[in-house]
C-alpha cells in the first residue's frame, strides 16, 4: 500500500509541475520556490504544538487547492502559482514519506514516525 501511496503523490507532483508550466513564469521559479513551504517549520522554535500548526498549514493539501481556486478565479497569477507550488511541495514531501505532524514531536506524522516507516 505505501508503494501505491507514493505513486499517487509522485503522480501530483508531475501535475503540480505540468500546472506550473502553464503559468507564464521562468522554469527556474519553480526550483527556487519548490521548498519555501518549509519555512512553517520556524514554529518549531517556539514549540512543538505551535510548529505542528504552522507546518501543517503550509503543507496541507486542502488549503493549497483552496489558494489554486481563489487565485485562479479572482485571476491573481501570484496567487496561483503560490498554491501550485503548496501543492506540488506537499506531495513532494509526501512522496518522500514526510508527512502532517501531530502537536508531540516533529518526526510523529499522519504516515507514521519518520525513520521508521
Known sequence: MKTILKIEEWAQFLAG??????????WWWFLVLILTPDIGMLGYLHNTKTGAITYN???HKGIAIAVVVIGYASAIPWL????IILFSHAALDRALGYGLKYSDDFKHTHLGNMGTN
Open 57 to 59: 498549514m503550509l503543507h
Open 17 to 26: 509541475i505540468y500546472f506550473f508550466a502553464q503559468l507564464d513564469v521562468a
Open 80 to 83: 496561483l502559482l503560490v498554491g
